[in-house]
């Protein structure tokens, strides 16, 4: 049998993919909203089946005789996105450096690249070489918590249009707040990870699967080098590219496919008009001004994803947040500026942040600085039961 199709993803979960649509049945299309971890609703049933095979192929675990590595950070995708359910965050963090000088972002290639892998397979240590080391190079890092993936496909039908005309690079408005559009390294526009430097989902888990799985893809069918060296023969056995496009097809789809967070429900009248109260204060200090509480998708061939409202908060900007929160550079952003995070799914969440620095959300807003100071300042005199309900509002999104 050809070891190259071990992780054709179809084979393997055949039997798995009937026994979960049996369990799962269709995808509610009316309320309640689908659970985290679930399909949008309204999907076509082809949609469904491509939902949970893709879902398979994300938590599936690889060894090297399929290729993971030689270097990696994770054996399976679900590794780092599994809290509190496929798709979600993680405890991990990922190593990254970069260089940044007179205003340009060096993403290191020449020696190994902008993440540092932290493992390396048995094969690679049997050749004493790997993992990597920081780049001597570098002159800034950062350990990088795994973003949460629930409603993408939405995040990538909003049209560029639609994310430009938030965009104020040299802020005409004079409100202190600027906002530019993320670039790729290939220079067009970014809306995916956290410097805003991928175009689309597929190009994301293409370069997922290359840097925290060491796979080869179609669309780069060669092994990373160890800080820019190349691997010795017989450390990685597999021939190129080691997943093929069926199977890059169905990561994306899974994530293309992922519901959005369900709103949490008030447990309570009180409650209720707390978290009402919390949605005023947010937009009075500002903070909706970067969180965009709601973008639409254009017209999709998917139907689930044409014309609906995204309520992300967010603008999937990048914005200068200060010195406190530098950390590496990316192709079209220096140290200090990041996208704007996505507040829905936030009651899910432990730490925040970046680089998950932050365990309670007075502190993630206590660390804005740079464009965000204003909205921070304003934070800081609010009463006591306004935070409260701000909070709440959050927690609730
Ligand atoms: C070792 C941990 C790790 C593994 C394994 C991992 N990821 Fe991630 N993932 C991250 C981190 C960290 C980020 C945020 C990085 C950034 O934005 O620069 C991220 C971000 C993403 C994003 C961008 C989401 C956004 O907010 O724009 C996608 C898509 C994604 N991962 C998909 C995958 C897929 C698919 C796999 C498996 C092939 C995978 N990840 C495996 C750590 C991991
Ligand atoms: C100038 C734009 C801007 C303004 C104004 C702003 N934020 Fe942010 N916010 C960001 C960016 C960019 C990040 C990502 C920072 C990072 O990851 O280190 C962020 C991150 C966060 C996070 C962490 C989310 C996560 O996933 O970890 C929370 C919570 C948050 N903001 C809430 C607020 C609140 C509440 C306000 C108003 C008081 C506010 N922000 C004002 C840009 C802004």
Not at 7 to 16: G, L
Not at 108 to 130: C, E, K, P, Y
Not at 279 to 293: L, Q
């Amino acid at each position: 049998m050809n070891r190259r199709r071990a992780w054709d993803a179809e084979r393997a979960v055949t039997v798995v993919l009937a026994v979960l649509i049996a369990a799962c049945g269709p995808a509610p299309t009316s309320e309640p909203p689908p659970a985290l971890g679930q399909p949008l609703a309204g999907l076509q049933e082809r949609e469904q089946g491509r939902f949970l095979l893709g879902k398979a192929v994300f938590e599936r675990l690889a060894t090297e005789e399929e290729g993971l590595g030689p270097l990696y950070n994770a054996p399976r995708c679900s590794g780092c996105h599994d809290d509190p359910v496929s798709g979600g965050t993680s405890g991990v963090r990922v190593t990254k450096a970069t260089r940044w000088e007179n205003g340009r972002c060096d993403l290191l290639h020449d020696v190994g690249g902008d993440n540092i892998q932290q493992l390396a397979t048995s094969l690679l240590r049997a050749r004493g070489m790997g993992p990597e080391t920081l780049p001597e190079t570098a002159n800034n890092r950062a350990v990088v918590l795994a973003t949460t993936l629930f409603g993408l496909g939405l995040v990538e039908a909003v049209p560029v249009a639609a994310l430009e005309r938030f965009a104020d690079p040299e802020d005409r408005d004079g409100d202190g707040i600027s906002g530019r559009l993320g670039t790729t390294e290939a220079g067009s526009p970014g809306r995916f990870g956290r410097k805003a430097d991928v175009a689309t989902i597929r190009d994301f888990v293409d370069t997922a699967l290359r840097f925290e799985m060491g796979f080869s893809t179609p669309d780069h069918p060669f092994e990373e080098r160890v800080n820019g060296v190349a691997i010795p023969p017989g450390a990685d056995p597999m021939p190129e590219p080691e997943i093929d496009d069926r199977g890059v097809d169905l990561l994306a789809e899974y994530l293309r496919y992922l519901a959005p967070p369900p709103r949490t429900e008030a447990s309570s009248e009180a409650e209720a008009d707390s978290i009402r109260r919390g949605g005023a204060v947010f937009r009075e200090v500002g903070c909706a001004s970067c969180h965009v509480p709601e973008l639409r998708t254009d017209r999709h061939d998917i139907a689930a994803l044409s014309r609906v409202p995204v309520p992300l908060y967010s603008d999937l900007l990048l914005h200068d947040l200060g010195p406190a929160l530098a950390g590496v550079c990316g192709p079209g952003a220096s140290p200090t500026e990041h996208r704007t995070a996505r507040l829905w799914g936030l009651g899910s969440r432990r730490v925040f942040l970046h680089d998950g620095r932050a365990s309670t959300l007075e502190d993630a807003i206590d660390l804005h600085g740079g464009e965000a100071s204003e909205a921070r300042s304003l934070f800081s005199i609010l009463s006591a039961p306004d935070v409260r309900s701000l909070i709440l509002f959050l927690r609730s999104l």
